[in-house]
């Protein structure tokens, strides 16, 4: 029986409710949102905080807004609703393709874009798309806002730049004038409820026949979500063929860093970072070909 | 300290004096009785603990009992009515979809969240439904017959 500790659950209507919460209790609160993260770790004493600051209520934090230049999602939508979301799926639908191997119905329905994000976990579903598509944090605290590159905001494994009397409130993804071509490939055991061995995310634009803006973002193999910038370049540069597209699984090995864990060896993530990164870039070379077409 | 909760289970109105640190599935079990929900594995991996919230399926050992002030909660006791059984549980034993029945009130009620929102699914449809609930008996084909055998 997994049970929680005592602590004291904080409602919170307004951001400034939940900062001066923040302020207040600092090391000893923690944010939830959905909880599926946090709860876990306070049942296997991970984490024990004194105060949950419930930021479900607030809903200047729960949006999804698109129009011509940006698309702005909030970080307490939950991942069901950025499957469902007909605006994601019409212009960024691997943030959809994402959301769907993220756990499972159950979670999904309970589970947050922040808190995929703020959980800052490696290989976290929503990350490598989301660093495909340039996301844009946008943070709150005491002195105002401040705006930070999501590839800037991780650090480390399970940490963000985020400070304790710090909030994200938004998600912003300039919208391109092509419309981008990408796609998030998960490598796991089951078909739900698992977290990814290796995660590629794979995203270009077409520009008068040319691939360009063309992003690789990795989950899995490095202490944080990482964009493949070596290998970015290569293929900006070459061009999206069969024999740049060898070249760039070679170059990839040389910019991840995996470890060994009971998902697999560090061996086995090169290998099917390999392996992913071919099959993406065909699948989005072949997907942009068909649309042509 | 505790916290006073009003909810409807099973289309009764209750207000419950909860704890902070409660959660919905303790509070379902030991507070109110209904023993249906089962705790597989604590964490939201197994779906053993699914219940509908606002129609919606949720794994109730990761929802605290103070989140649901105000909503509707179903538990598998809440699907057969007056006795007779929904159609959905009647497929079930009907297709020998029970094994040790572990899994299957979870499993029915993320089926019957599937069955309100698609009358007709395909298979594809049912297997991701019912992917956040794990059986470790039956390898799912009946499970996903009875399903099948009830929108028709």
Not at chain 1, 29 to 35: F, L, T
Not at chain 1, 77 to 96: C, E, G, M, W, Y
Request: include cysteine.
């Amino acid at each position: 029986m997994r049970k929680l500790k005592a602590f004291s659950h904080l409602d919170s209507r307004t951001t400034e409710e939940a900062l001066s919460y923040l302020s207040k209790y600092g090391q000893e609160s923690k944010i939830i949102a959905g909880g599926t993260d946090l709860l876990v770790m306070m049942k296997t004493g991970k984490a024990s905080p004194k105060y949950l600051i419930d930021i479900k209520g607030i809903s200047d934090l729960d949006f999804i807004k698109c129009d011509e230049t940006s698309l702005e999602i909030g970080p307490s939508t939950k991942i069901n609703t950025i499957l469902q979301s007909d605006l994601i799926r019409k212009h960024f639908p691997v943030l959809a393709e994402a959301a769907e191997t993220l756990g499972s119905n159950q979670i999904r329905n309970r589970a947050t874009l922040g808190g995929n994000i703020c959980n800052a976990s490696p290989s976290g579903d929503m990350l490598p798309p989301l660093l495909c598509l340039d996301a844009t944090a946008f943070i709150l605290g005491p002195s105002g806002i401040r705006t930070v590159k999501l590839e800037q905001f991780f650090t480390g494994p399970r940490e963000t730049i985020l400070s304790d009397n710090e909030i994200l409130t938004k998600i912003e993804i300039a919208r391109p004038r092509n419309n981008p071509v990408a796609v998030y490939l998960k490598h796991c055991f089951r078909k739900a409820l698992d977290l990814a061995i290796v995660g590629v995310a794979v995203k270009f634009e077409l520009n008068n026949g040319r691939y360009s803006n063309i992003r690789i973002a990795l989950g899995g193999v490095a202490p944080t979500p990482m964009r493949a910038k070596m290998t970015e370049r290569l293929l900006e540069n070459e061009g999206i063929d069969e024999t740049t597209i060898e070249k760039a699984s070679k170059i990839v090995t040389k910019e991840i860093s995996p470890v060994s864990d009971v998902r697999g060896t560090a061996e086995y993530r090169v290998g099917m970072t390999k392996v992913l990164l071919k099959r993406g870039l065909r699948l989005t070379v072949r997907d942009v070909t068909d649309s042509e077409e | 300290m505790s916290k006073l909760v009003n909810l409807e289970i099973n289309g009764k109105t209750v207000e419950l004096a909860v704890e902070d640190h409660q959660l919905l599935l303790d509070l379902i079990r030991d507070k109110v009785g209904l023993t249906g929900t089962k705790e597989g594995c604590g964490t939201g991996e197994c779906g053993a603990c699914t219940v509908l919230i606002d129609g919606e399926p949720f794994t109730s050992c990761l929802v605290l009992a103070v989140e649901v002030n105000g909503k509707k909660i179903t538990t598998i006791e809440g699907l057969a009515s007056d006795g007779i059984l929904d159609p959905l549980q009647d497929s079930f034993i009907k297709n020998g979809a029970v094994q040790c029945g572990f899994c299957t009130p979870g499993m029915i009620l993320s089926a019957k969240a599937l069955l309100n929102r698609i009358p007709k699914p395909t298979e594809r449809d049912i297997r991701k439904a019912i992917a956040g609930n794990l059986c470790r008996c039956t390898g799912y084909g009946k499970i996903v017959k009875a399903i099948q055998n009830t929108s028709e």
